[in-house]
């Protein structure tokens, strides 16, 4: 979804100065993945909706919670169309669209077990179950057979079409951690989005991170994070020449569990650069 927040708040549709160039209107996504993941987790999303100003969610299909995920934001969007979420105050104050919230797909291939059966047994670990990002990432980054790569874009197919078989319409597509990333999956996910009608997509490509972590002293965070932001710009790239649709900026990729005002405060200020 085209979203939703202005930035700089209410009101900041000032009149153009001469000799300075007219910026044009920003928009702001705040999104959670995840969803499915457990209850809790499911309680947590669906009540940042309804109390905070969270615009955008994604379902982890393969989770444990998905039917109780889905009930929870079925209920949500009854209570959006009669405008009783608490939120709807200030949601009005900051000028945001009246619409439909954000639910995509969050693609996994790192927790849980899969969906299909026969997925490749060096893709998982010894007890039938997603192997963890790292294990995915170096078996991924040698030259797949073609069969692999046939069984990943079956599973990840599997994850969509569970949705669309429960009636969810869906916004967009995305990887748990951020596995959109890896060539492997790189190369399936435009043809998902093409046959599913999906355009838009999750680029974590993000501006300013080198300042922001060093700023907050983690060189070791910082580290990980230059190699996640290599392969989405790589995945940027190619997004690109699909015709696929992603937000100029993003922010999150080293702050999971840590996005605290102060944080988001300087994640704008770098939009703004």
């Given at each position: 979804?085209?979203?939703?927040?202005?930035?700089?708040?209410?009101?900041?549709?000032?009149?153009?100065?001469?000799?300075?160039?007219?910026?044009?209107?920003?928009?702001?996504?705040?999104?959670?993945?995840?969803?499915?993941?457990?209850?809790?987790?499911?309680?947590g999303i669906i009540d940042s909706f309804a109390?905070?100003?969270?615009?955008?969610?994604?379902?982890?299909?393969?989770?444990?919670?998905?039917?109780?995920?889905?009930?929870?934001?079925?209920?949500?969007?009854?209570?959006?169309?009669?405008?009783?979420?608490?939120?709807?105050?200030?949601?009005?104050?900051?000028?945001?669209?009246?619409?439909?919230?954000?639910?995509?797909?969050?693609?996994?291939?790192?927790?849980?077990?899969?969906?299909?059966?026969?997925?490749?047994?060096?893709?998982?670990?010894?007890?039938?179950?997603?192997?963890?990002?790292?294990?995915?990432?170096?078996?991924?980054?040698?030259?797949?057979?073609?069969?692999?790569?046939?069984?990943?874009?079956?599973?990840?197919?599997?994850?969509?079409?569970?949705?669309?078989?429960?009636?969810?319409?869906?916004?967009?597509?995305?990887?748990?951690?951020?596995?959109?990333?890896?060539?492997?999956?790189?190369?399936?996910?435009?043809?998902?989005?093409?046959?599913?009608?999906?355009?838009n997509v999750r680029v974590a490509w993000?501006?300013?991170?080198?300042?922001?972590?060093?700023?907050?002293?983690?060189?070791?965070?910082?580290?990980?994070?230059?190699?996640?932001?290599?392969?989405?710009?790589?995945?940027?790239?190619?997004?690109?020449?699909?015709?696929?649709?992603?937000?100029?900026?993003?922010?999150?990729?080293?702050?999971?569990?840590?996005?605290?005002?102060?944080?988001?405060?300087?994640?704008?200020?770098?939009?703004?650069?």
């Amino acid at each position: 979804m085209t979203l939703r927040i202005s930035p700089a708040g209410p009101g900041s549709e000032s009149q153009p100065v001469a000799g300075q160039p007219v910026r044009p209107p920003r928009s702001l996504v705040l999104h959670a993945d995840d969803l499915g993941f457990n209850p809790a987790v499911n309680r947590g999303i669906i009540d940042s909706f309804a109390q905070g100003l969270l615009t955008s969610t994604s379902v982890l299909a393969n989770g444990p919670a998905v039917p109780h995920a889905l009930a929870l934001w079925n209920e949500l969007e009854l209570r959006r169309r009669h405008r009783l979420l608490p939120s709807d105050g200030y949601r009005r104050l900051l000028r945001d669209p009246w619409l439909p919230f954000d639910l995509g797909v969050h693609l996994n291939l790192t927790q849980g077990r899969p969906l299909t059966d026969g997925y490749p047994e060096e893709l998982l670990d010894r007890q039938g179950r997603f192997p963890g990002v790292f294990p995915l990432f170096w078996r991924s980054l040698a030259r797949p057979r073609r069969s692999i790569a046939t069984a990943v874009e079956a599973e990840l197919q599997a994850q969509v079409e569970l949705l669309l078989d429960h009636g969810v319409a869906l916004g967009h597509l995305n990887g748990h951690q951020y596995i959109e990333c890896l060539p492997l999956v790189a190369e399936i996910v435009p043809r998902l989005a093409n046959r599913y009608s999906l355009r838009n997509v999750r680029v974590a490509w993000e501006p300013g991170l080198t300042r922001q972590l060093l700023a907050e002293g983690r060189a070791l965070g910082w580290g990980l994070a230059q190699v996640k932001r290599l392969f989405a710009f790589r995945w940027r790239l190619q997004a690109s020449r699909e015709g696929l649709l992603f937000p100029r900026c993003y922010f999150g990729t080293a702050h999971a569990g840590g996005i605290t005002l102060p944080v988001v405060d300087r994640f704008l200020q770098s939009a703004a650069g």
